[in-house]
């Protein structure tokens, strides 16, 4: 078969929507300054699906930075990758300060997030060696893995028990092989909200010889007493062996960084393909991202702010009687039943008739009958939107339970 014809008749578990969701459910534009509110098809609405967790997005401080940067050096500086031409003093810099703000010798910057996750994978481990890994780990993780030539054992998502067994089947391969063991799960899993649980996984290293590498996309800047992720929130951050935060979300930018030893940094600096073969990170990157450290370290009361309005938000759920799962940071999944036809009539009632934008997550993400909700708090919500936005749920989900949504036709905008 052609190629094209075939990807015109299989157009992938999403894109098969792709005519019925594109420009609301689906690519919808936000305008305006990113915020709580923002212009949706040219209404305002209260916006609960950014990743802005501290505010930082908006907050004036980074704006005259991140202006002033690109004003001083535009876009291109440096020019080339940083083992060739491209690097610089702030470049170093931010290392060095994420290094001490992670307590890891040193710093690796990336890029991007994503891409740096599965490069970094790509460059650890070689056949030899084995990767132990949860479940539900993020995308960038998965490809990762898909990258590595050898053994590869998963276990259930925070299944402490069976991660064991892993271990066990990996420390057989690797005893023959001579290779490694790489064990990697996240800091805080992005759809459910539950922390990988680092300490329980840490003390398998009594038992076993393995490196945890943590993605802690979505625990770095929220968690932990100074902020400092997931594994300063358990007591286990000098554990963490390889630790992984992207400036995506706490840090409202692109790019992301890894911490380790010494050693490790200065291996992954030589040999990790996605740094090594692309340009480096433009300067007004680099100084909008000092800047925002300086703000996350130096402002406690945003993480104040943010988990206020996150106690507010899940206790005023809970009491409510939706079901938000484990969640245990800012990431609120609300859980209810129904088929995809009723949770895009569900999302357009909230947006066209209470003005709330939220994202929802359906099957294939999620197994069929289940609608995610799913709701970012920020520091610069107030509790007031929370209350009005408790209100608007209460509302729609009478309606879910009524039977209100359901119709086979999607939602008509
Ligand atoms: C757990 C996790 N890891 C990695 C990434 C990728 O990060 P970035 O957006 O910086 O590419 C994300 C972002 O969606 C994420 O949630």
């Not at 004003?71 to 291109?76: M, N, T, V």
């Not at 608007?392 to 879910?400: D, G």
Request: charged fraction near 25%; proline fraction near 3%; include cysteine.
């Amino acid at each position: 078969m052609d190629l094209f014809e075939k990807l015109k008749k299989n157009r992938g578990p999403i894109g098969q929507h792709a005519k019925d969701s594109h420009g609301y459910f689906t690519f919808p534009k936000l305008e305006g300054d990113i915020g709580t509110r923002m212009v949706f098809r040219g209404k305002e609405r209260l916006i609960w699906s950014l990743n802005n967790y501290l505010g930082l997005a908006n907050h004036p401080e980074v704006r005259k930075a991140d202006a002033e940067a690109a004003a001083k050096f535009g876009f291109a500086t440096p020019m080339g990758a940083r083992m060739m031409s491209g690097n610089s003093n702030y470049h170093e810099q931010l290392e060095g300060e994420l290094s001490s703000f992670m307590s890891k010798e040193d710093t690796i910057l990336l890029n991007f997030g994503y891409q740096g996750m599965v490069s970094a994978i790509d460059c650890l481990v070689d056949r030899h060696d084995v990767i132990v890994y949860d479940s539900e780990s993020h995308a960038c993780i998965i490809d990762g893995v898909r990258l590595h030539m050898g053994k590869r054992f998963v276990f259930p998502h925070n299944d402490i028990a069976n991660c064991e067994k892993q271990l066990e089947r990996a420390t057989r391969i690797v005893e023959e092989s001579g290779g490694s063991i790489l064990l990697i799960t996240e800091g805080v899993f992005g759809m459910s909200g539950d922390m990988g649980r680092l300490k329980d996984i840490v003390e398998l290293k009594n038992k076993f010889q393995f490196r945890l590498f943590v993605d802690d996309a979505h625990g770095f800047g929220t968690m932990g007493k100074t902020g400092a992720g997931t594994g300063e929130e358990q007591g286990v951050q000098d554990k963490i062996d390889i630790y992984f935060g992207t400036f995506a979300k706490s840090m409202a930018m692109i790019g992301g960084f890894i911490s380790s030893n010494e050693d490790v940094v200065e291996y992954l600096r030589y040999n990790m393909r996605s740094q090594i073969f692309a340009k480096s990170m433009p300067m007004p990157l680099v100084l909008g991202a000092l800047k925002r450290l300086e703000l996350l370290r130096s402002k406690p009361e945003m993480k104040d702010n943010l988990w206020n309005v996150v106690n507010a938000l899940q206790n005023g759920l809970k009491a409510e009687g939706f079901n938000i799962g484990k969640t245990q940071s800012p990431v609120t999944p609300v859980y209810m039943n129904g088929s995809i036809g009723e949770a895009t009539n569900l999302i357009y009632d909230m947006r066209e008739n209470h003005d709330i934008f939220c994202s929802m997550v359906v099957y294939p993400v999620v197994p069929k009958g289940i609608i995610i909700l799913r709701l970012i708090p920020t520091a610069v919500h107030t509790l007031e939107d929370v209350k009005y936005t408790i209100e608007a749920f209460r509302k729609a989900y009478v309606k879910l339970k009524a039977g209100e949504y359901m119709s086979d036709k999607i939602a008509a905008f």
